[in-house]
């Protein structure tokens, strides 16, 4: 198997990179917005849970997305080459908790690629997604909180994997063919060095 994480702020470009490589790699996606934003619409107990902390530009408690990603695991265990996490882990507990999870089924993270994109840029990005999106936190207020939340929990993942030689950083801005192209280069010169 092969494990990625596309780390960034809210807007920095996860789910659209993470769209274009499922293609190309074959790999599962598991976003936890996404899942998250599912059981919302379904308005499950965890999904109506969820939705005040979503709203409000705030993380979801640790033990619910966890949770969430320890069933996903299960339920495509022996059908995937590979996993991209997107906006997961999202605190340094879940970092250490998907290290755990990975290792109970003897896998492990393989590579972070943290894509860095401006404050400016993303708050753009966002609004203007909004227009569009039906997103309930694509507006400015949310907006501005999600990035507040990003750089006090978030931000610090990013050491976890670095000091753990797995930090890749590649520039978010551009258009989105290069981009792709510049994560391509870091995965494949990666995973042909660990399959040799
Ligand atoms: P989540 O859904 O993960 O949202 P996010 O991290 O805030 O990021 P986004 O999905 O908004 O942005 P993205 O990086 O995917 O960018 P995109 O490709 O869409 O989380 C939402 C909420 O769920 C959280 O706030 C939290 O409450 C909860 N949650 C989720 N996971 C959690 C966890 N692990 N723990 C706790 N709580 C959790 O691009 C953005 C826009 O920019 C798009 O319109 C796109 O078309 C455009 N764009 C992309 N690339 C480019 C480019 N190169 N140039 C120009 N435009 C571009
Ligand atoms: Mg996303």
New binding site residues.
């Given amino acids: 198997m092969y494990n990625l994480i596309?780390f960034?702020?809210?807007?920095?470009?996860?789910?659209?990179?993470?769209?274009l490589l499922i293609q190309h790699y074959g790999l599962l996606h598991l976003?936890?917005?996404?899942?998250?934003?599912s059981e919302v619409s379904k308005k499950t107990t965890l999904g109506l849970e969820?939705q005040k902390?979503?709203d409000?530009?705030?993380?979801?408690?640790?033990e619910?997305?966890i949770g969430m990603?320890d069933s996903k695991l299960d339920e495509h265990k022996d059908s995937v080459k590979g996993i991209i996490f997107?906006?997961?882990?999202?605190?340094v507990e879940?970092a250490a908790a998907l290290d755990k999870l990975l290792a109970d089924r003897n896998t492990e993270i393989h590579q972070m690629v943290a894509?860095e994109?401006s404050e400016d840029?993303?708050t753009q990005?966002?609004l203007?997604?909004g227009e569009v999106?039906g997103?309930s936190?694509?507006n400015l207020e949310?907006i501005t909180k999600?990035i507040v939340?990003?750089k006090s929990k978030t931000e610090p993942v990013a050491n976890y994997y670095k000091e753990r030689g797995k930090l890749s950083a590649i520039n978010?801005?551009?258009?989105?063919e290069?981009?792709f192209n510049s994560i391509k280069s870091v995965l494949d010169t990666h995973l042909s060095s660990i399959t040799q």
């Fill in positions: 596309l960034g702020p809210p807007g920095s470009g996860k789910g659209t990179q993470s769209d976003a936890t917005g996404d899942l998250l934003r969820a902390y979503i409000n530009g705030q993380l979801v408690p640790d619910v997305v990603i997107d906006g997961f882990p999202r605190t879940q894509l994109v840029v993303l990005r966002l203007q997604r999106s997103r936190d694509d949310t999600r939340e990003y978010g801005v551009g258009a989105i290069e981009i």
